[in-house]
């Protein structure tokens, strides 16, 4: 029995050092691409005798940049402090960014790809931004993210970022006279159709928030069946924590032999 239970307790182990791996790995490829991005902005803003802060800002005043850098400092954090109780951290935080980063990706490649055609790094920066990393990150959440505390009240919750989102870049549009998107350029569409658009923009997020909310249900079901069917207390691979894992890898040391 007592070798089961190290068994098991060793497998988590490596089941977190493989996530901390893939947070680690995640977070680089989002540093990267930002870092690569924003650089040529920067070079752009000094070649052109524009205000390098300006630059900055609107940098990130684009939907994509601010979710790649939630991903980054979640996944930064997730690996530097795996135990902490960051807002960031959150399994509910965690996810809504999961779901802002498809919208990225989903309305990138249908409505934004054909727009430009950057090249060199900057091809490889956005091709991280915008495919690699939605997806990876999908899968961290899909693989490494603990399942069963989303509540239905979440997918609505997740839609204050994004409205105050589209209420931020209103704003500023209406002071600058620049957008950062076609689908909300007001000088060109006029109030009615961008407040279209943004409805059905929030409909998308609030569907992939439903969907999210849904998998996370299906999942942690999933997963309690099988752990009952395998014999294993519930939460016995999917709940414990590094120091759980390591106290009871400890207390298991300490029996006495006769037991194994």
Not at 19 to 38: D, E, H, N
């Amino acid at each position: 029995m007592q070798n089961v239970s190290v068994s098991g307790v060793r497998a988590r182990q490596t089941f977190i050092q493989f996530q901390r791996a893939s947070a680690a790995f995640i977070a680089a490829a989002a540093w990267f691409a930002l870092t690569v991005q924003i650089s040529y902005n920067i070079e752009e803003a000094r070649t052109n005798n524009a205000s390098v802060a300006a630059s900055v800002v609107h940098f990130f005043s684009y939907f994509t940049m601010q979710t790649n850098l939630l991903v980054a400092l979640i996944l930064t954090l997730s690996f530097f402090q795996p135990q902490s109780e960051w807002f960031l951290t959150r399994t509910s935080v965690q996810s809504a960014v999961a779901s802002y980063i498809v919208i990225v990706a989903l309305v990138y490649t249908l409505l934004l790809r054909n727009l430009w055609n950057p090249q060199g790094w900057r091809l490889v920066a956005d091709r991280l931004l915008h495919d690699e990393i939605p997806l990876l990150y999908v899968l961290y959440w899909i693989f490494f993210m603990p399942k069963g505390s989303l509540t239905r009240v979440d997918p609505v919750l997740w839609l204050i970022y994004p409205l105050l989102y589209f209420v931020y870049i209103l704003a500023r549009g209406a002071a600058i006279g620049s957008y950062p998107y076609p689908f909300v350029d007001v000088a060109r569409l006029g109030y009615r159709e961008v407040l279209y658009n943004a409805t059905m923009f929030l409909g998308a997020f609030f569907a992939l928030g439903v969907t999210f909310t849904g998998l996370d249900r299906a999942m942690s079901g999933y997963a309690s069946s099988a752990a009952s069917e395998a014999g294993a207390p519930k939460g016995s691979l999917t709940g414990a924590t590094p120091t759980d894992a390591n106290r009871m890898e400890a207390n298991l040391a300490e029996r006495p032999n006769s037991d194994k």
